[in-house]
Every structure is written in C-alpha cells, then in structure tokens.
C-alpha cells in the first residue's frame, strides 16, 4: 500500500500563510486524487478539499475558497495544500489521503493517509 | 452541503459485545458512504468503502450496510484494538461531508 509522508509541524502567526507538503512512496501516484482533511483539537473531520493528480482539477469546500490552494508535482509524487490568511481557528491537524478515484463522482473513497502535519497558529 | 448525523456520540461496551452504530445523511447519499476508524494520535483507517464493501487487511468482524439515508457499522464479537473513534463520511456529493464520529469505549 502507497505511503503518503508529510512535511513537519508548524507555528504561524494571524495572518500568515502554511503550506504542507504531502509525498507518496510509489509511481502511482497520478492515477489518483488527494484528498486535504483537517481535525481540529478535540472535533471531528473536515473535509478541505480534493485535487486529482491526474489532470489537475480541483475543488475546495466552500467556507475556505479564496484561502486555499492545492497542487501536485507528479514528478516527485507530491501534492500541496496552501492556506493563507491564517486565523487562530484553523489551528489543527492537517491530512492529506489518497483518494483512489481520479476525478470526483466516480466511487471515491481515501485508502491511504499520510500522518498529519500539527499546525498551530498563535500570536 | 449534505449533514452527516452519527449516533451515539459515544457507547461503552466490552470485549465480546455486538456493537452498532448508525450514521444518517440529510439527503440521499447513494452507496457512497465510508466508514474509517481513529485511535487517539493516529491518521484515520479506512474500514468499509461504498456502504458495505470490506477495506482489504480489515476484519470480517466488521461489517457496513444501508443505502439511500440511513446506515450502519456493526462491530461483532468488540476486541480489544477496536475501542477507538468511528467517522462516517459520504462521497455522493462535494463538499465530502463527515460526521461527527462515534467514539467506543470500554465498559
């Protein structure tokens, strides 16, 4: 099964930006898509949104359209989420998972998740 | 955006129980319905894929069903390694909405 491994912790301050790095152990990784999740402290899963490694197309969940950023680099197998305008609330773990669909509507689901990248943002 | 609504929020059971828990859309969500399971400081565990469709490596002691609205994990014969957090999420529609997870505790 494809490990997904990525980038270290973060501390921020309001208002600046994070971005997290998210590579997979094998060459398969443009077949799929990646999935960005983030749990804050004590709650639930959120989903952030989705990116397929195969053509580039994305969607991002609603309430973080403008912050969010996701790319991928099929040449070293490695997606990107970017958040910018950071706000204390959007301290949490962050996810990546690989989604074995490669375009969103087909039976998508995320078999593989990376470890969790902690970021914190405080003044 | 479909609501994903889990109940209980908690149970605690014992070793060897039957255990069930239901997850429940705000509007048709097919078959695309997944079931993954956290332990504290660990990356969510794909269990169940498409309502009832066994993750590889994944114990035949668990099992999903339903379609449409309403669906359930059952967890038979409870061991040890499964006292964790249980979160549904469906992939009918974006955003891929998750509940608010099901934690199992030991009795």
Known sequence: QVQLVQSAAEVKKPGASVKV????????????????????????????GWISAYNGKTKYAQKLQGRLSMTTDTSTSTAYMDLRSLRSDDTAVYYCARDVAARLGELNYLDSWGQGTLVTVSS | DIQMTQSPSSLSASVGDRVTITCRASQTVSHYLNWYQQKPGEAPRLLIYAASSLQSAVPSRF???????????????????????????????????????????IK
């Open chain 2, 63 to 105: 099992s999903g069903s339903g379609s449409g609205t309403d669906f359930t994990l059952t967890i038979s014969n409870l061991q040890p390694e499964d006292f964790a957090t249980y979160h549904c999420q469906q992939t009918y529609s974006s955003p891929h909405t998750f509940g608010q997870g099901t934690t199992v505790e």
């Open chain 1, 21 to 48: 790095s998210c590579k997979a152990s094998d060459n398969t990784f443009s077949y799929f898509g990646i999935t960005w999740v983030r749990q804050a402290p004590g709650q639930g899963l959120e989903w952030m």
